[in-house]
């Protein structure tokens, strides 16, 4: 089984929730990928952190110094941020800037919400790090953080509005890309129920952005959210060794990382998408304070530039990437979601 399966068939079982048939597999240079279809709009979003959304990359402490670290305001926090992204729905959609349409509302109508945001599929990956003796989140370890998650989830989700959550899994892991003193990072996505896709125009999927607090003068290599109007949504796992044409070296770690992506491109371009097709992408890092910057910077250096939906993890060493043909170790995994162009679809079978 690969390291990576039990985060995707999280994932998968969320959005199957939301699909209008069974889920079909196809197999691409012995890469697995796996097909669903949806019925209806969906919004998938960037793992949130307790930080401000939009901040500065390279990361700055700084910009965080100044928050409350306790477990319990890390996780109402992330629900926040949660929130706010997916009320940017009916926002843009008053704008027309969906690929879908939703009853719009009337021009300064409290209600910012949609069939749906009450109910999100939550997914959290809490850290197993030792915690800043200077900003301390008053949780020693994996289990003590988790049980106040399993405390608090359900008391921020009443008090902001959806309190028909689900939890897809909860995630043992190490450090936080943003800052390591993050112990949580919490992802979400909604079925947007009563969105409807014109029946004479393409699939496709716009970025959201929460205007209100939007600064431009934070470089985001992330977006927070993507509003994905539906159609054929592809899930697969990558790394520098999956595709069978795909030769064994002594990894440098910027090599591992553009590998990675490469193979990526590959399986896209049999899938006949392209990195613009790309919704979502979540980065199972090995030894985050060495390889960060490769991370963060390879993809960039390849001119694959459009930010995802994205969430970098790094991964605990009970839960490693494995190692290629020739025993090497992979320290990069990433689990990639893209839509599948109208176009062209792979010969696939039932899943």
């Known amino acids: 089984m690969s390291s990576s399966e039990p985060w995707v068939s999280s994932f998968s079982r969320g959005l199957n929730k939301w699909a209008s048939s069974r889920s079909t597999t196809a ?3 012995g ?20 930080g401000p959304f939009y901040h500065s990359h390279p990361h700055k402490p700084e910009e965080f110094d100044h928050m409350d670290f306790s477990m319990e305001a890390q996780v109402r926090s992330n629900i926040a941020t949660i929130r706010k992204i997916a009320e940017t729905v009916q926002a843009y959609n008053n704008e027309g800037g969906l690929p879908f349409e939703l009853p719009k509302q009337a021009t300064g109508a409290k209600e910012k919400s949609f069939r749906g945001i ?22 020693l370890d994996f289990a003590s953080r988790l049980e106040v998650v399993k405390d608090i989830t359900p008391k921020s989700c009443e008090e902001f509005e959806m309190n028909q959550f689900s939890v897809l899994a909860n995630y043992e892991t190490g450090g936080n890309v943003s800052d390591r003193r993050f112990q949580l990072e919490t992802f979400a996505m909604f ?15 716009v970025q959201l952005d929460m205007k209100d607090i939007f600064d431009p003068q934070y470089f985001m290599p992330y977006v927070p959210g993507y509003a ?43 899938l006949g998408a392209t990195f613009d097709d790309v919704i979502m992408m979540w980065d199972r890092v ?27 993890l790094e991964v605990n060493t009970a839960d490693r990437n494995g190692v290629d043909a020739a025993d090497v170790p992979l ?10 162009p109208q176009r062209k679809q792979p010969a696939a079978s039932a899943g």
Request: charged share 25%; glycine share 4%.
């Open 27 to 29: 197999s691409i240079r």
């Open 31 to 50: 890469v697995d990928v796996e097909i669903v279809s949806l019925r209806h709009p969906v919004l998938i979003l960037s793992g949130a952190t307790p």
């Open 118 to 139: 009450e109910s999100p599929f939550l997914l959290n990956w809490i850290a197993n790090i030792e915690e800043s003796k200077n900003y301390p989140c008053g949780a």
């Open 191 to 205: 079925g947007i129920e009563e969105g409807v896709h014109p029946e004479n125009k393409p699939h496709t999927f």
């Open 228 to 270: 994905v109007s539906g159609g054929d949504i592809a899930i697969f796992t990558i790394n520098a060794s999956s595709t069978s044409d795909n030769r064994s070296v002594e990894w440098h770690r910027f090599e591992q990382v553009k590998a990675a992506n490469e193979n990526m491109m590959v399986v896209l371009k049999e």
């Open 286 to 312: 090995e030894d985050l304070d060495k390889h960060e910057r490769a991370v963060l910077m390879t993809r960039s250096d390849m001119g694959l530039e459009r930010p995802l939906a994205e969430s970098v």
């Open 331 to 340: 320290w990069i995994e990433l689990v990639v979601v893209a839509q599948i």
